[in-house]
């Protein structure tokens, strides 16, 4: 036994239904070796990287569709490895990362029950430099600024991965750590566009979760649609 359970998902995405092997619930840890604790993740954290998230579900749904060919793709947090496993359908030339112990494995099990060849993997934590991973078309995440010093972390990630005409694609459920990390980009000459989304059939609008397109070619244009009055 590994020391946790597992579930098994169907997703559907573009029309296509996708078999994902994720944690059972986010009470799930198991980290005998210790691997989890060296890589900085604590305990309460450990069961994230396992779930099917609506912002993953999101990113992996604009995947299904957005121009991908010719271009080198970088997702960032893959986690469970949804948004790779679409591109990787699509032949797209992806590379999964993440830092948690258990994704490789994950990512490999959930790209076999699809019967898709192996998504390229890097460990990639992200204040460490990786001179070998070079620079992408497109880079990807769902989620992934969810704790405040992760916008700096992640603007020094892009500086270092991103090319002249990168795009670069976030989904994020309304955290508040978005705008920092705009502010971070727009200094490397960034601008962005949002878009409202819905993340699931219960969100009313205005929709909390947002698709974020950072470009080089674009102003700053965010779009924010209006509250409820209130009394």
């Known amino acids: 036994m590994p020391g946790y359970t597992t579930r098994q998902l169907t997703v559907l995405l573009g029309g296509h239904g996708y078999h994902i092997r ?3 619930d986010r009470q799930q840890f198991a980290d005998p070796d210790g691997l989890a604790e060296r890589a900085g993740i604590a305990p309460a954290l450990w069961a994230l990287f396992g779930q099917v998230w ?21 997702e960032l947090g893959c986690g469970l490895g949804l948004s790779s496993l679409v591109l990787q359908r699509r032949k797209a030339d992806i590379t999964a990362s993440d830092h948690h ?31 070998t991973l070079g620079r ?10 969810y704790e405040r010093g992760h916008a700096e972390l992640l603007a020094g990630i892009m500086e270092r991965h991103a090319s002249a005409h990168t795009e670069i694609l976030l989904t994020d459920p309304g955290r508040g750590n978005s705008a920092r990390f705009s502010k971070a980009m727009a200094l ?8 409202r989304s819905r993340f699931d059939a219960n969100d009313l609008p205005p929709f909390r979760g947002r698709l974020l397109s ?3 070619d674009v102003l700053i244009d965010i779009v924010v649609e209006p509250s409820p009055l209130r009394p």
């Open 136 to 145: 992408f078309d497109l880079i990807i995440g769902s989620d992934i600024l």
């Open 101 to 131: 112990p258990l994704a490789e494995l994950f990512l490999r099990r959930n790209a076999t029950q699809n019967q898709l060849p192996f998504v390229a993997y890097r460990d990639l934590p992200w204040e460490i430099p990786d001179a």
């Open 22 to 24: 994720a944690l059972s």
């Open 188 to 195: 490397q000459g960034y601008g962005v566009e949002e878009q």
């Open 54 to 74: 609506p912002a993953g579900r999101l990113l992996a749904q604009t995947m299904s569709t957005h121009e991908v060919a010719g271009k080198r793709v970088l």
């Open 214 to 216: 950072y470009r080089r």
